[in-house]
């Protein structure tokens, strides 16, 4: 190239990279850490999920009633696909939270999945069915709220099947108010958080 050609070419702006909005926020919900909870009689532990999950994760929704698993999925889904299995143990695409009872079995996952809108997740929240309506749900629900807050999102979406009517009023008297999906049978719930850290608004 001759020294005339590459002047030029220096003059030629290079065009700038946006600053990528969405990774600050993914790094900072990242480091939510291992959490011990009471609940209704027990000390649970919600973690991080891991590559190493995969089996206990399959398990887990074994141990699930089809309602349980057709309320979490909007399907008659019996175990997580590789795909999803994928999205739910790489923090690369969300924050998920394994939650184990003091014997160690896997009894919930929950979670925060990361969307194309930078500062909105989605929420996802499975507990088995024999730790049901002991608190872990409700729990893990505030701590990963109090999370997205912190790590400074905007917005946390549930995508709830309508009749799942108990789900609905849960999640709006935690501040959510439900929106159209688009689907008739699905409410989303919207949690409008607030940036300074107070928790949904
Ligand atoms: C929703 C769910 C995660 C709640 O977990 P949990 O540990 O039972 O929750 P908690 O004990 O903290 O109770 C919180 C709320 O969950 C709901 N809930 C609890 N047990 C429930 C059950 N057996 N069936 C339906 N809803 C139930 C209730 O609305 C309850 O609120 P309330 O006590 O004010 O009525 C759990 O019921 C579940 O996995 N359901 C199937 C999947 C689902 O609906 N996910 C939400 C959409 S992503």
């Given amino acids: ?13 290079t065009p700038r990279t946006p600053p990528d909005e969405a990774e600050p926020l993914r790094a900072a919900l990242r480091r939510t850490p291992l959490t011990r ?18 089996d206990q ?43 184990h009872e003091p014997e160690g079995q896997m009894v919930g996952l929950c979670g925060l999945a ?15 069915d024999a730790w049901q309506g002991r608190g872990i749900g409700r729990a893990v629900c505030e701590l990963l709220l109090a999370s997205a807050t912190t790590a400074g999102y905007a917005r946390v979406m549930a995508h709830v099947v309508a009749e799942n009517r108990r789900v609905v009023a849960f999640a709006a008297g935690l501040g959510a108010r439900p929106t159209a999906s688009g689907d008739p049978c699905v409410v989303s719930m919207v949690f409008e958080l607030d940036a300074h850290g107070g928790g949904p608004v």
Wanted: aromatic residues 4%.
């Fill in 1 to 13: 190239m001759t020294e005339l050609r590459q002047a030029a070419l220096s003059q030629i702006p």
């Fill in 37 to 54: 909870i009471p609940v209704d009689g027990a000390v649970v532990v919600a973690r991080p999920t891991a590559a190493t999950d995969r």
């Fill in 57 to 99: 994760i399959g398990d887990l929704h074994l141990r699930c009633s089809d309602t349980t698993r057709y309320h979490r999925y909007h399907c008659g889904l019996r175990q997580p696909t590789a795909s999803m299995l994928d999205h739910m143990t790489d923090r690369a695409q969300g924050l998920y939270l394994a939650v």
């Fill in 114 to 128: 990361f969307t194309r809108s930078p500062r909105t997740a989605e929420l996802g929240l499975l507990v088995a």
